[in-house]
């Protein structure tokens, strides 16, 4: 390896306890701290971004976070599928992955996005929780269970 390609090299540095997310979709890490909640008032931890980071799966690229001392819940989780259905989900404590899973994507929808047709009746103020059925993972696209309306856009819809 030449020094050119040595420079050229980007390192994330390990974290003691914390998650993290890898193989995100390209382009997509700022949608999933987006999902997180995190913005530059409420940062209390380190997090490192790294996107457009090349894959060694040889899939091209990816973008990866690591978020230390803090770990997601079921339905960050859950989230983090719709828009990065590759993704994997690394927990570390002292230095050592603790627990390490892929995301992924149940045929049906419940609860996690709003519908982008505002007659539908799920955004009319009804006690009704938006359902999609999952028509694609790759890319991601959604469709209503009562206004058959396409969502494609996910990440802009997500509750």
């Not at 990866?64 to 989780?77: A, G, H, Q, Y």
């Not at 009746?121 to 009562?146: D, H, K, M, Q, W």
Request: aromatic fraction near 4%.
């Amino acid at each position: 390896m030449t020094d050119a390609v040595k420079i050229a090299e980007t390192k994330i540095p390990p974290i003691r306890n914390g998650t993290v997310i890898d193989h995100i979709a390209n382009g997509q890490s700022l949608n999933v701290l987006k999902i997180l909640g995190v913005n530059e008032g409420n940062i209390d931890s380190v997090i490192s971004i790294g996107m457009h980071v090349r894959s060694s799966k040889g899939s091209g690229w990816k973008d990866i976070i690591k978020i230390e001392d803090r770990e997601l819940d079921p339905k960050e989780v859950d989230k983090i599928g719709l828009i990065a259905p590759d993704a994997t989900i690394a927990i570390i404590r002292d230095y050592y992955i603790a627990e390490k899973f892929k995301v992924h994507m149940d045929d049906s929808v419940l609860g996690l996005a709003r519908c982008s047709n505002p007659n539908c009746i799920t955004n009319r103020g009804e006690p009704v929780t938006p359902e999609f059925r999952v028509e694609s993972r790759a890319p991601p696209r959604l469709r209503c269970v009562y206004c058959d309306r396409t969502l494609a856009n996910v990440s802009d819809n997500l509750l």
